[in-house]
């Protein structure tokens, strides 16, 4: 049995098999429509305008002091996304954590349509499993989406991984380990 721990919403189980599989046919579209040719640095904020002016998402760029308690919140039912206005600006500067956000949520949206309405990404106690959890899952997706399992030629280091996909260290080791695991590394 999981053991109780924080976690947030429980939505369906996905694997990080699954979630990759979602990822990358997003990463096909998104060069599709032209928005990411090169897979190696997805520019999440690039992303996300033109997902917002092809009116395919929503999104609401909002005062910090008006999203106090959260980086950014995400309503599937609605395609909606509010994104505090430094997360976005330091997004388009290229700040790994809040590139990561942006993809966290943007997988909130094509992982969780239909199921819950709002994620404010909070999180309480509960014993569901991670790959049954809403929070994972999108992370999970942002990890994949950011960090490319086919472009890990020349990469032998958690630096590597940062360097080239522009994540935090933390994110990298966290991926290193997973890659590792699955002998992609
Ligand atoms: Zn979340």
């Given at each position: 049995m999981a053991k109780t721990r924080k976690l947030g919403n429980k939505v369906s189980r996905l694997t990080t098999q699954q979630i990759r599989e979602k990822a990358q046919l997003f990463r096909i579209k998104l060069s599709e429509f032209g928005i990411c040719e090169n897979f190696q640095y997805i520019d999440i904020?690039?992303?996300?305008?033109?997902l917002n002016t092809m009116d395919i998402i929503s999104m609401e760029i909002v005062e910090d002091s008006k999203l106090s308690k959260e980086y950014a919140v995400t309503a599937p039912d609605q395609n909606k996304i509010l994104i505090r206005e430094s997360v976005y600006n330091n997004a388009c500067n290229g700040v790994p954590r809040d590139r990561f956000t942006i993809a966290h949520e943007i997988g909130h949206l094509l992982l969780h349509r239909g199921i819950i309405q709002i994620f404010a990404c909070s999180?309480?106690?509960?014993n569901h499993s991670y790959e049954e959890d809403a929070e994972w899952q999108a992370d999970m997706f942002a990890?994949?989406?950011l960090i490319d399992c086919n472009q890990l030629d020349n990469i032998k280091t958690v630096k590597d991984i940062a360097d080239k996909f522009v994540v935090s260290l933390e994110c990298a080791g966290y991926a290193y380990k997973k890659l590792t695991r699955e002998k992609f590394l």
């Open positions: 904020a690039k992303v996300i305008d033109t999180e309480f106690i509960s990890s994949e989406l």
